[in-house]
């Protein structure tokens, strides 16, 4: 059986490292929220902007969600559909499939 919370993790750290290495600025989009139900603190994740990570370079910046399972593509592209268009910045979805070194990259348009 497949973790597939580990599995998007190491793709999550792939697409930075890609990014980086790349020379644009990351940053994970992903925040921690405590919820209170039935009487007891729960930690809850959720992602701003519907993304995973915004990297930018020379003033354009790419608002990324990233997916490791392709029937979860189109997910990720009405998530980011969802976002009103704005100048200068991208929506992509990246896909990873198992092995890849590089990610299938799709750009969500309007």
Do not use: F, H
């Amino acid at each position: 059986m497949i973790n597939k919370r580990a599995k998007g993790n190491r793709n999550l750290k792939k697409t930075i490292d890609l990014l980086i290495s790349q020379g644009y600025w990351v940053e994970k989009t992903e925040v921690l929220k405590m919820a209170w139900v039935r009487g007891k603190v729960i930690p809850v994740r959720t992602d701003i902007l519907k993304a995973d990570c915004v990297a930018i370079k020379n003033g354009v910046m790419s608002i990324i969600q990233i997916k490791s399972n392709k029937n979860d593509v189109r997910i990720g592209m009405a998530n980011l559909k969802q976002i009103p268009p704005i100048k200068e910045v991208k929506k992509e979805v990246w896909l990873w499939n198992d092995r890849s070194k590089e990610p299938v990259i799709l750009k969500c348009e309007l």
